[in-house]
C-alpha cells in the first residue's frame, strides 16, 4: 500500500489527452512539492515533472503538471505511442522523517 | 556526460550481505546529495536511504533501518549501500540517484541504471 495514491491503470488513443491523479495528504501533498517519474519499459526511471509543474529541459511541453491541496495531476497531451510506460508521482512527507513517498504508478497504455 | 553506474548486485542467500556501488561522473559529486531507490519484481518504486552531500546526515526507509548502510566517498566520487541480514522481500533493482533542488524543493534528476539484487536460497 503506497502512501500517495494513483490509479493503476489508464488509456488513450494517439492524440488525446489524459490525465493521471495522485492523492496525499497534509504531510506530504499538503506540504511539499509533487515530482512525476517516467519510466520506460526496461528502462530506469527519468524526471518528468519538478516542483509540481517544471519540465525539465528535453521534456516536451506535451507534459504539464499540477497541484491543489493535497493531490496533483499529470496531464499528457497529444498522447504519442512513445508516451506509454508507467508514471510515478513522488514528494518529501514531513511525518517521516527523511523520506521520499511514491505513489504506485499508473501504467499508461495507448491504444 | 552526467551519469551514475551502479555495481555489485547478484545473487545471495537469505541472511547474506551484499554492498551496492554507484559510481558518479560528469558533475561534482560532492555537492550533490543522494539517494537509493528500489523497485521489486513487477512492483512500484521505494525509496530506501537518502545521504547528505557532505555524509553528516542520513535517512533510512523502516524497511531497511537496522540492515542497510548507506555511505559515500567524495574523493572516489562513489556512493554505497551495505546490506545486510538481507530478506527475500530486499530482491530488487536497486537505483541510485541524485538530488537537486528548486527552490529548495528537492528532486531526484539523475538515476543510474540499475544493479539487480536476488536474495534466494
Known amino acids: 500500500q503506497s502512501v500517495l495514491t494513483q490509479p493503476p491503470s489508464a488509456s488513450g488513443t494517439p492524440g488525446q489527452r489524459v490525465t493521471i491523479s495522485c492523492s496525499g495528504s497534509?504531510?506530504?501533498?499538503?506540504?511539499?512539492?509533487v515530482n512525476w517519474y517516467q519510466q520506460l519499459p526496461g528502462t530506469a526511471p527519468k524526471l518528468l515533472i519538478y516542483?509540481?509543474?517544471q519540465r525539465p529541459s528535453g521534456v516536451p511541453d506535451r507534459f504539464s503538471g499540477s497541484k491543489s491541496g493535497t493531490s496533483a495531476s499529470l496531464a499528457i497531451s497529444g498522447l504519442q505511442s512513445e508516451d506509454e510506460a508507467d508514471y510515478y508521482c513522488?514528494?518529501?512527507?514531513?511525518?517521516?522523517?527523511?523520506?521520499?513517498?511514491f505513489g504506485g504508478g499508473t501504467k499508461l497504455t495507448v491504444l | 556526460e552526467v551519469q551514475l553506474v551502479e555495481s555489485g548486485g547478484g545473487l545471495v542467500q537469505p541472511g547474506g550481505s551484499l554492498r551496492l556501488s554507484c559510481a558518479a561522473s560528469?558533475?561534482?559529486?560532492?555537492?550533490?546529495?543522494m539517494n537509493w531507490v528500489r523497485q521489486a519484481p513487477g512492483k512500484g518504486l521505494e525509496w530506501v536511504s537518502y545521504?547528505?552531500?557532505?555524509?553528516?546526515?542520513?535517512y533510512y526507509a523502516d524497511s531497511v533501518k537496522g540492515r542497510f548502510t548507506i555511505s559515500r566517498d567524495n574523493a572516489k566520487n562513489s556512493l554505497y549501500l551495505q546490506m545486510n541480514s538481507l530478506r527475500a522481500e530486499d530482491t530488487a533493482v536497486y537505483y541510485c540517484?541524485?538530488?537537486?533542488?528548486?527552490?529548495?524543493?528537492?528532486?531526484?534528476?539523475?538515476w543510474g541504471q540499475g544493479t539487480t539484487v536476488t536474495v534466494s536460497s
Open positions: 540517484a541524485r538530488d537537486d533542488y528548486s527552490s529548495s524543493s528537492p528532486f531526484m534528476d539523475v
Open positions: 513522488a514528494a518529501w512527507d514531513d511525518s517521516l522523517n527523511g523520506h521520499v513517498v
Open positions: 497534509s504531510s506530504n501533498i499538503g506540504s511539499n512539492t
Open positions: 560528469g558533475f561534482t559529486f560532492s555537492s550533490y546529495e
Open positions: 516542483s509540481n509543474n
Open positions: 545521504i547528505s552531500s557532505s555524509g553528516s546526515t542520513i
